[in-house]
């Protein structure tokens, strides 16, 4: 009996396997990996299948972090399902006419597994979409006075990858943040020529480039702009005195009293005052002196003559 209840089991272990075996042969497995930039969106196709074979459709989304997810659609009832699904994830149009699920704006919290099963009247649909989102880096160069460059790409996913133009002596330190992301810092130095940062991620299509010029670069240019602000300061304090004196010429013409007769001397009056009496006096004594002479001169002259004057 003992005998007889072992076979019993074995045959009936051999049974289950064979069934699962071929339970499992009958659902296709499909495993895709993809990668998405971060603020893109896209949809995921589950599988192109008659709508009047499809009896219920389901997408089971496990993120790395956060709550699953799941959206379901029910043909025999026209029902749906959804728990815990945010409103960047939904049905690409209806579930009624399309099963595609539609994802907006993808973030890293998307990051994941998106598995589509399906359940149809010829049997069972599997479809697993492993989602891995890019993050593309802000990449910045400095340079200093010391000969020192700095190209930096932060908070990239993954890690961008730095090098230079011409090839030099380069060290190259990484930073890794905790959402995944990781900022990374290439220090070249000594820098004597002009010099390029090249930066390369998966989420361009083309790299990065950043130019730092040479020392001398700057030092001419420094000189040029002097020697500009000099001449144009000059030009600028001659206009300025130029439209001063304008200015002052015009206020000094307005300003200008017109010629009148000069005033007379109040002095001068006074010597005029003071010399009139003796111009009369003058004047009294050459009467005197005419008298004396024209006497003087009768004397003088003959009997005859003197009648005769």
């Known amino acids: 009996m003992k005998a007889k209840a072992d076979m019993n089991c074995v045959g009936k272990t051999f049974c289950a396997f064979v069934l699962l075996t071929v339970a499992v042969a009958m659902v296709p497995m ?3 990996n993809m990668s998405k930039i971060a ?4 949809n995921l196709i589950c ?19 956060g709550n699953h ?32 699920l539609w994802i907006q704006q993808v973030t890293l919290m998307d990051e994941g597994c998106y598995i589509c099963e399906m359940a149809t009247s010829g049997g069972n649909l599997h479809r697993t979409y492993t989602l891995t989102v890019l993050v593309a880096p802000v990449v910045t160069l400095t340079c200093d006075s010391n000969g020192t460059a700095v190209c930096k790409a932060a908070a ?4 961008a990858q730095i090098s230079w133009d011409p090839n030099g002596d380069s060290r190259t330190e990484l930073k890794n943040h905790t959402d995944g992301t990781v900022t990374v810092l290439s220090i070249y130095r000594p820098r004597e020529t002009s010099i390029t940062c090249l930066v390369s991620h998966p989420a361009w299509h083309t790299s990065q480039s ?25 030009l600028f304090i001659l206009a300025l005195l130029f439209l001063y004196k304008l200015h002052c010429g015009r206020v000094c ?11 007379r001397n109040v002095q001068d009056s006074n010597e005029q005052q ?36």
Request: aromatic share 8%; with cysteine.
């Open 30 to 32: 499909d495993n895709i």
């Open 39 to 42: 603020g893109s969106s896209f």
């Open 47 to 65: 599988d192109n299948i008659s709508r009047a074979d499809l009896v219920v459709v389901t997408w089971k989304i496990r993120p790395r972090t």
């Open 69 to 100: 997810c799941t959206l379901a659609y029910r043909t025999d009832r026209n029902k749906t399902d959804r728990t815990n699904c945010s409103e960047r994830m939904d049905w690409k149009s209806s579930p009624e006419t399309d099963s595609a």
């Open 156 to 159: 990239g996913k993954p890690a």
């Open 210 to 234: 950043k130019e730092c010029a040479s020392e001398n670069h700057g030092n001419m240019f420094l000189q040029y702009f002097a020697i500009s602000a000099g001449l144009l300061g000059i």
């Open 253 to 263: 013409y307005k300003s200008k009293i017109p010629e009148t007769a000069p005033p």
């Open 274 to 309: 003071e010399l009139e009496p003796y111009a009369s006096y003058v004047q009294k004594e050459n009467v005197i002196y005419s008298t004396a002479y024209e006497v003087t001169v009768s004397e003088d002259l003959p009997p005859g003559l003197q009648s005769a004057t």
